[in-house]
């Protein structure tokens, strides 16, 4: 089965042909990192502007790339939420209208839980085996779940205030680092210290929930308290942002761990934009060494993981209508 994916949930404009739910015939993604980067963070009508502009191209490269036509495909799969409503609705009124001039069957995916089956994509080593523990870790979602052959899914732990993301990215501009913040923070923090600013680490009633709101506000107060006696320095910056990676990475860590250790599950998965820093995928090794990594190259929002989620849905009879199928920007289900 031929699946062409699409994803347009935020800043990056994405289309891949997937075969069977596991082979990556063609994955082709356009970023609007440059556009965004003036403003600091995403601004909403700019990025759903820019699908506009991309969304075609793109779609007509993954299939160019892949060898194929529409006419190969057998069915569409398109994100419909969560998301910026603006960039969703590009997608899926895209997916619509090919899917009702095909005549294509056409699935809307739950890009969170994408970011988990993603893991089915990977090139070496077993097939994830259910259930799935998953560690969902993105600008906009940082959650752990649990996941089922059936599809069904149980949300044991979640942010209760900022992603882990968005306080990368918060932390970042106040430093006067770029965006994305994950990466900029990084790439800095290798030449910090991490044990410089003792940055507090939430303690939560659930203790499978995050919390990132206290820590970017301990990072705020420190920042104006260097800053009272002059500008920061390269040093100081770099032990900031290594003290703040340090303690979102133990957030991340622990409560994962406990959740193993709470709901023992078959596969462990790790996905999502922040899934890709280098020191929460070494501690993460560390204490959980059969943790299954999602590939780097797909942990960002991606249309191959969108193809992947919608074949394990089309197994478990799950078909939208053409006419039927809507974004949501706050999208809970599948």
């Known amino acids: ?74 069915l569409i799969a398109v994100t419909r939420g969560p998301g910026l409503i603006g960039s969703l609705l590009i997608g899926v009124m895209t997916a619509k209208t090919l899917a009702v001039v095909t005549g294509k069957p056409i699935i809307g995916v739950n890009h969170i839980i994408a970011h988990a089956l993603a893991a089915f994509l990977l090139e070496d080593g077993e097939s994830p085996r259910w259930p799935i ?52 923070i990084s790439q800095v923090a290798e030449s910090g210290d991490d044990r410089a600013f003792d940055f507090p680490i939430a303690r939560m009633q659930n203790p499978l929930d995050f919390s990132f709101s206290g820590l970017k ?52 998965v790790v996905g999502g934009g922040v899934a890709a820093n280098k020191r929460l995928r070494s501690e993460l090794k560390l204490v959980l060494p059969e943790a299954v990594f999602v590939p780097q190259a797909l942990c960002g929002d991606n249309a191959a993981m969108i193809a992947a989620a919608a074949f394990k849905m089309r197994q478990s009879g799950l078909v939208n209508s053409p006419i039927a199928l809507t974004a949501d920007s706050s999208l809970e289900s599948l």
């Open 1 to 74: 089965m031929l699946i062409l994916g699409i994803e347009t949930s935020a800043d990056e404009t994405s289309a891949a042909v997937v075969e069977d739910g596991v082979k990556i015939r063609s994955n082709i993604t356009a970023s609007q990192i440059d556009i965004h980067t003036i403003y600091g963070g995403i601004v909403p009508e700019v990025s759903a502007r820019s699908h506009i502009g991309e969304i075609l191209p793109v779609i007509m490269g993954a299939l160019h790339q892949a060898d194929v036509t529409l006419a190969d495909i057998d």
């Open 217 to 268: 506000t301990a990072v705020l107060r420190q920042v104006r308290e260097l800053e009272a006696t002059g500008p920061l320095s390269k040093r100081q910056i770099a032990d900031l942002a290594a003290s703040f990676e340090r303690a979102a990475v133990i957030s991340l860590v622990t409560a994962t761990k406990r959740a193993v250790e709470q709901y023992p599950p078959a596969t462990i």
């Open 133 to 184: 523990l998953a560690l969902t870790v993105s600008g906009g979602h940082t959650a752990l779940t649990l996941y089922n052959k059936d599809l069904s899914f149980e949300v044991i732990g979640q942010t209760q205030d900022d992603a882990a993301g968005e306080a990368f990215d918060k932390v970042a501009k106040l430093l006067g680092l770029p965006y994305p913040g994950g990466p900029a």
